[in-house]
């Protein structure tokens, strides 16, 4: 059991789960706001033995140098890389500090999310920015079958999104760090990053936090009138030639700002973004309170 257990933030967690973490600290404290920067963190932390936190704040070393006591951190969103998560796990280790996250909590929403989308862009299903009523992709309605797709990281929820396309008929093809035997399998084409870009009428990147693939020389492959889906929770491109690209007769979906860039490209007809989280839905919010709780359980076991 830990002495004392702080959440720095919200956690978006279910209400039974955040009872159930008062079984496992002496004292525990829950704070319903964001922490507005290090120093506040800091004092939020205190002495506790114990943090948790959500994918809205940055804990790092200006704030974990301040307090001696903690022995783990508990990261209640997604956490694939040290590079790519929002605590400074290497400081931490240097300490033997332990850190959990949890992954695949959310995939269902994003993949709802793209198809959803992808059907209403083919169709022409909905208005426009300005109002007027949207106009198919191609001018004519059309299916998702033969759509030549491409996927940009092919892990637990790109791979979720290619079978999820697959199911409808779209030509797969994906690019990611090695070529995958259950992918081949199932018919999906491994290629290049800069023939996958070319080729694909559609490209979807479904890549870690602070992964950026598209530089100015794949959105020269990647070429006009193309369809680019954003699933990270970061920009998987250099600002300067998306801005160029985006001025095309192209189209950019992604669902928060954060996933988007520089917010100057919210208001651009050809860009199409939801502003809110796709992945955070009520079975979602359930999933990932019980990973959390797991990795605690699990914490405190081996100790």
């Known amino acids: 059991m830990f002495r004392k257990l702080v959440a720095i933030e919200p956690l978006n967690l279910i209400p039974s789960a955040e009872e159930k973490l008062h079984a496992f ?37 200006d704030a974990l140098e301040k307090c001696p006591d903690i022995k783990y951190i508990g990261m209640c969103c997604s956490l694939y890389s040290p590079e790519s998560a929002n605590v400074d796990i290497v400081y931490a280790n240097s300490r033997e500090i332990v850190v959990t996250g949890v992954r695949d909590y959310g995939d269902e929403g994003v993949v709802e999310y793209v198809i959803s989308e992808l ?9 426009n920015k300005d109002g007027t009523q ?4 191609d001018g004519v309605p059309r299916e998702i ?49 800069a023939d996958l870009l070319s080729q694909s009428e559609v490209v979807i990147t479904c890549l870690n936090r602070n992964t950026v693939l598209l530089h100015e020389k794949e959105f020269e492959h990647l070429g006009n009138h193309k369809i680019l889906f954003n699933t990270g ?9 998306f801005a160029k690209w985006i001025e095309g007769d ?6 928060t700002a954060p996933a988007l860039g520089d917010e100057r490209f919210l208001n651009h007809p050809n860009v199409r973004c939801m502003g809110v989280s796709v992945g955070r839905t009520r079975q979602a919010f359930d999933r990932l309170s019980e990973k959390v709780l797991a990795n605690i359980t699990s914490y405190i076991k081996t100790q």
Not at 134 to 137: G, S, T, V
Not at 175 to 191: I, N, P, T, V, W
């Open 25 to 61: 600290a002496r004292e525990v404290i829950m704070y319903q706001d964001i922490p507005s920067n290090a120093e506040e963190m800091a004092l939020r932390i205190g002495d506790a033995d114990a943090v948790l936190l959500s994918y809205t704040s940055q804990l790092r070393k």
């Open 119 to 127: 059907v209403r862009c083919l169709h022409g299903f909905g208005e």
């Open 134 to 137: 949207a106009q198919p992709w």
């Open 145 to 193: 079958t033969r759509l030549k797709t491409g996927i940009v990281g092919l892990g637990k929820s790109g791979g979720m999104v290619a079978d999820a396309l697959k199911f409808f008929g779209a030509d797969i093809a994906y690019f990611s760090r090695s070529e995958k035997a259950e992918a081949k399998e199932k018919g999906y084409r491994f290629l290049p990053l």
């Open 233 to 241: 929770l970061s920009p998987a491109w250099d600002e300067a030639p």
């Open 250 to 255: 192209n189209r950019c979906y992604c669902d």
